[in-house]
Nanobody
């Protein structure tokens, strides 16, 4: 079992930056690939980014490529999402995810993926 707690969400203006954090506890953090998803009101959950166990491999959704950066600190059991050039369409609840498989995260597998409770990001125009 892995417990995930997101933080860092908030309200900001378009063009700004924000860094989300996700603290993990439970099983060995370094053994899990990590990722971020988001869900806007009335829309389906959308893949944002994933990072491998070592941090050496990352993958991004098309909507955030070039603006968002995922990273992790295995010593702190934490994964981060640096979000730059934010736009109103980035408004959503952002969720952290953990799995032994990066692909399971990317394709939102209904099994083998742990989720956090989410943190709200609101970008005003």
């Amino acid at each position: 079992q892995v417990q995930l707690v997101e933080s860092g969400g908030g309200l900001l203006q378009a063009g700004g930056s924000l860094r989300l954090s996700c603290a993990a506890s439970g099983r060995t953090f370094s053994g899990y690939a990590m990722g971020w998803f988001r869900q806007a009101p009335g829309k389906e959950r959308e893949f944002v980014a994933t990072i491998s166990t070592s941090g050496g491999s990352t993958y991004y959704g098309d909507a955030v490529k070039g603006r968002f950066t995922i990273s992790r600190d295995n010593a702190k059991n934490t994964v981060y999402l640096q979000m730059n050039s934010l736009a109103p369409e980035d408004t959503a609840v952002y969720y952290c995810a953990a799995s032994t498989s990066s692909l399971a995260i990317r394709y939102m597998s209904p099994v083998g993926v742990y989720w956090g409770q989410g943190t709200q990001v609101t970008v005003s125009s």
